[in-house]
């Protein structure tokens, strides 16, 4: 969680542009690399989970736990929840390289479900 400053406002936000405005906010932020970089990321095998959780500065938590689910091709899935936000994010990641005659890229490829729980028609458990 490398900007919770950007995401943890966005379930309070009333005005739908605004709310709209902070979710670009924090999808961008994840091109900024704060200090001290980039570091080399979980190599699990299948079926291996990560768990951990973040201490906010406003005494709240989140939650994140993620799984090796496929071994070829490789994906990831996902789930990170800040319940007292009401912040509820899916997803699933799969690497990709391409190798070029002089050259290498690496992509990730996948995608992300953002929920705010407390909106949407029934505010009760976030449905649409």
């Known amino acids: 969680m490398a900007h919770p400053e ?43 989970t990560f768990t951990c959780y973040w201490d906010y500065p406003d005494g709240t938590r989140g939650y994140y736990v993620a799984e090796q689910t496929s071994h070829h091709p490789p994906k990831s899935s996902y789930f990170f929840m800040a319940p007292e936000h009401n912040i509820r994010i899916d997803g699933t990641l799969k690497p990709r390289s391409k190798f070029l005659g002089n050259s290498a890229a690496s992509m990730m490829e996948g995608i992300a479900i953002l929920r705010l729980l407390n909106r949407g028609e029934n505010k009760e458990n976030g449905e649409r």
């Open 6 to 48: 950007t995401l943890l406002p966005m379930s309070t936000v009333d005005d739908p542009l605004e709310r709209f405005v902070s979710v670009i906010r924090f999808y961008l932020s994840g091109w900024h690399i704060k200090p001290p970089g980039v570091k080399k990321p979980l190599n699990p095998i299948l079926g291996e």
